[in-house]
């Protein structure tokens, strides 16, 4: 029949002549409208109020629609790369796993673990001895070694004890956690956690604990005041007296040495958000600036430069002081 209309045999997902020469329509349309505004407006006209429908479909109404948030060409952090943890200086670790061997040495995180067996051996003696008081003494102890244990497990670099790490700071901080108190439970959990110690140091085999958490933030590893009784042993009770004089700084340089880098990480670990003054920035600021002058010491020691050990000690001295008296506990 001549009047049967032919079947369009063009292929599937290919442009006809016709979508092609509404493309370049529409082209036209937008370049011949952006000739209409230059001219009205070198003759002083303005330019059109609204564009045509047919201009307006060809475009986005938001152009964050086709090119997502943030900077163009910038990629966006994914969820698990922000929030707490994620810079340096903050977390629930306090910061970076690179900043630990800047404030304290595998070395000397070792010595200070080893130290605090001797003491807590000697506090958990006899169930008297934790009673009279002691279990104070243990408490501090058991903080201290489960804040350097969470250090421990999230260094960088190889250090004694990582691969247990972990399952000994769960056993160390829960001693720390209940030797608030002078219980016989207390002490009998105390004298468990440390044997668990003893036999680390001895080399011996450790479980290293289904489930238990790599790394934690500070504040589940150990209340703040028993860190800060530590800190404050360090500067008052060491640092001070070993800088009185440039005989005293050499006799105890190595000493010096030890104090500032366990003062140094104790500064970083208090600044953990989840403690308490964790976000006020004048605390921050008192953490911050002795954890600066922590590090001034260590140069101090390895230059045997006294005057600056001693200018870092006062630094030290009045930070403490200051904070202290802005903040309790």
């Known amino acids: 029949m001549k009047n049967q209309v032919k079947e369009d045999r063009r292929p599937t997902g290919v442009l006809g002549a016709g979508s092609v020469c509404g493309w370049l329509g529409l082209i036209g349309a937008v370049l011949a409208s952006g000739v209409l505004w230059a001219q009205g407006t070198a003759r002083g006209k303005l330019p059109p109020k609204k564009?045509?429908?047919?201009?307006?479909?060809?475009?986005?109404?938001d152009v964050r629609q086709a090119i997502g948030p943030g900077q163009p060409?910038?990629?966006?952090?994914?969820?698990?790369?922000?929030?707490?943890?994620?810079?340096?200086?903050?977390?629930?670790?306090?910061?970076?796993?690179?900043?630990?061997?800047?404030?304290?040495?595998?070395?000397?995180?070792?010595?200070?673990?080893?130290?605090?067996v001797t003491a807590l051996a000697q506090a958990l003696s006899t169930p008297s001895k934790f009673k009279s008081g002691r279990h104070r003494v243990a408490?501090?102890?058991?903080?201290?070694?489960?804040?350097?244990?969470?250090i421990a497990a999230q260094y960088p670099e190889d250090v004694r004890f990582k691969r247990v790490a972990p399952a000994l700071r769960e056993a160390v901080a829960r001693s720390g956690f209940n030797c608030k108190v002078n219980s016989d439970s207390a002490f009998q959990g105390?004298?468990?956690?440390?044997?668990?110690?003893?036999?680390?140091?001895?080399?011996?085999?450790?479980?290293?604990?289904?489930?238990?958490e790599p790394v934690v933030p500070f504040p589940k590893?150990?209340?703040?005041?028993?860190?800060?009784?530590?800190?404050?042993?360090?500067?008052?009770?060491?640092?001070a007296p070993?800088?009185?004089?440039?005989?005293?700084?050499?006799?105890?340089?190595?000493?010096?040495?030890?104090?500032?880098?366990?003062?140094?990480?104790?500064a970083r670990v208090i600044q953990d958000p989840q403690y308490?003054?964790?976000?006020?920035?004048?605390?921050?600021?008192?953490?911050?600036?002795?954890?600066?002058?922590?590090?001034?010491?260590?140069?101090?020691?390895k230059t045997n430069n006294y005057e600056q050990a001693r200018k870092a000690v006062g630094t030290i001295t009045q930070s403490c002081s200051?904070?202290?008296?802005?903040?309790?506990?």
């Open 73 to 116: 060409g910038a990629v966006t952090p994914s969820p698990a790369a922000s929030g707490p943890g994620s810079q340096e200086g903050g977390s629930g670790n306090s910061g970076s796993s690179s900043i630990w061997p800047q404030l304290i040495s595998a070395q000397v995180l070792e010595d200070e673990i080893k130290r605090s």
């Open 51 to 61: 564009w045509s429908a047919t201009v307006l479909g060809a475009f986005f109404p």
């Open 190 to 212: 105390a004298r468990q956690a440390l044997e668990l110690l003893q036999s680390a140091l001895r080399g011996e085999k450790i479980e290293s604990g289904q489930g238990v």
């Open 242 to 266: 070993w800088t009185a004089s440039p005989s005293e700084f050499k006799a105890n340089l190595e000493e010096v040495f030890h104090e500032a880098q366990v003062l140094a990480a104790l």
């Open 221 to 239: 590893a150990a209340d703040r005041p028993p860190l800060m009784q530590r800190m404050e042993q360090a500067q008052q009770g060491r640092l």
């Open 139 to 150: 408490r501090r102890l058991f903080s201290v070694n489960a804040v350097l244990l969470n």
């Open 322 to 329: 200051d904070c202290h008296g802005d903040f309790r506990g």
């Open 276 to 301: 308490e003054y964790g976000e006020d920035e004048t605390y921050l600021e008192y953490a911050q600036m002795l954890e600066k002058a922590c590090r001034e010491l260590m140069e101090a020691v």
